[in-house]
């Protein structure tokens, strides 16, 4: 018989519509030994939140389920509630505005049992209204040491993860304001393989006007939590150490702050013994500020 999946797909102030092009994915899988848990992570007083609740509760799949929670607490802890709900053997995430292409699911349980692993991702698509480029899947094996210089992994709509793995290290960290993904993928890379199915397997939606990603505060925050968190093993390797303080430079320069900028220049170009063509740009970035 075939292993139970549990799709988790957190949802926030979103209509409808766009959660149900994300749902219809998961619904036109190929694999079919799924349940789907839906986190309603809006908060109470959104308008349209008891119309999709209703919507939701309407389609006719007794593999739907709606879980909402009385206030909003962050897409990573509606993860977590998707990860301690799930009744399936492993869990696979899909964000509310995504879309999974239908053999998703399939290719990579077949990849995840085959091989005994604990987590499998893909190649994916980074569609935006202008172009569509892709996401290659490049790294597989023992990654940890190579995730920390970069997160190779992206989007967590495109991995597959066995649901005790997940359960053991706690889920998602909800202290950090950003890169949750990356911190999450760094725990489970530094005790097991990891694998890819090389192919893109979903669509990542990029909506144009978006800024999250450049908001310097939740960067410096998220940047240091995790450079505190991994300090040792950053430490260990002086090219990764190099990199992790000139990525914190970059991040204070942007956001204004220029005396911790140059202290993790410094500390950078020490590590690294080297001025390259990137730390030479950033200290004349520094300079021109000052």
Not at 79 to 101: E, M, P, Q
Not at 107 to 123: A, C, P, T
Not at 152 to 178: H, K, M, W
Not at 212 to 234: P, T
């Amino acid at each position: 018989m075939s292993s139970l999946i549990s799709v988790v797909i957190p949802t926030y102030k979103r209509k409808f519509e766009t959660i149900e092009m994300a749902l219809n994915s998961v619904l036109k899988q190929t694999y079919e030994n799924i349940e789907i848990l839906i986190i309603d992570d809006s908060p109470d007083d959104y308008n349209e939140r008891k119309i999709i609740e209703s919507k939701i509760i309407s389609i006719d799949d007794p593999r739907i389920r709606y879980i909402k929670h009385d206030r909003n607490l962050g897409a990573c802890a509606a993860r977590n509630t998707g990860i301690f709900a799930a009744k399936g053997k492993y869990v696979a995430f899909l964000d509310d505005d995504d879309i999974w292409l239908v053999e998703k699911l399939r290719k990579q349980v077949d990849l995840i049992e085959r091989l005994n692993l604990k987590m499998v991702y893909s190649s994916y698509y980074m569609v935006r209204s202008s172009n569509t480029q892709i996401h290659k899947a490049t790294k597989k094996g023992n990654i940890y040491k190579e995730l920390l210089l970069k997160n190779y992994i992206g989007s967590t709509s495109c991995i597959l993860v066995e649901t005790q793995t997940l359960r053991d290290i706690g889920g998602f960290d909800v202290n950090l304001p950003a890169s949750q993904d990356y911190e999450l993928y760094l725990r489970i890379s530094k005790r097991h393989e990891i694998d890819y199915v090389d192919e893109p397997l979903m669509n990542y939606i990029i909506h144009d006007g978006e800024r999250i990603s450049n908001d310097s505060s939740k960067k410096i925050a998220s940047r240091e939590y995790i450079y505190q968190k991994y300090y040792d093993d950053f430490f260990l390797d002086k090219k990764i150490f190099a990199k992790k303080n000139l990525d914190l430079a970059k991040v204070y320069l942007m956001g204004g702050d220029k005396k911790r900028a140059f202290s993790f220049w410094k500390t950078s170009v020490k590590s690294s013994k080297v001025l390259n063509k990137d730390s030479l740009k950033v200290l004349l970035k520094i300079i021109i500020r000052i």
